[in-house]
């Protein structure tokens, strides 16, 4: 009986190593996999850095294209426009273009 008890308690013992062993297999496992995981997403974010960068590098290229003034005075010199001459500017402070408008019927 002593034989017996003492090879219940070795396989037992086994058991309980062997469950221990594949629970930690299997928590290594599960992070090895969730490290590759962000490993991909961590690299679809950084082209996709990179891809918004470039596309905001041209847009501020462009932008400075079309608003350059010499541009912008070809322009309006082939559409007829001109400059305006001093008695046609009109100087509004602010609250004053209301004010007109209320007076006004």
Known sequence: ??????????VTGLVILAALVT???VRHVAHRR??????????????ELRRVSEENRRLRLEKSVLTDPDRI????????MARPTTDQIRVIHR????NRAREKP
Not at 34 to 47: F, I, N, V
Not at 73 to 80: D, F, P, S, T
Request: charged share 25%; glycine share 16%; proline share 0%.
């Open 34 to 47: 969730e490290r590759m995981r962000l490993g991909y997403e961590l690299s679809a974010a950084t082209a």
């Open 95 to 98: 609250g004053e273009a209301e």
């Open 23 to 25: 629970g930690l297999g």
């Open 1 to 10: 009986m002593n034989v017996v008890r003492q090879t219940s308690r070795g």
């Open 73 to 80: 005075e070809r322009l309006a010199a082939n559409l007829g």
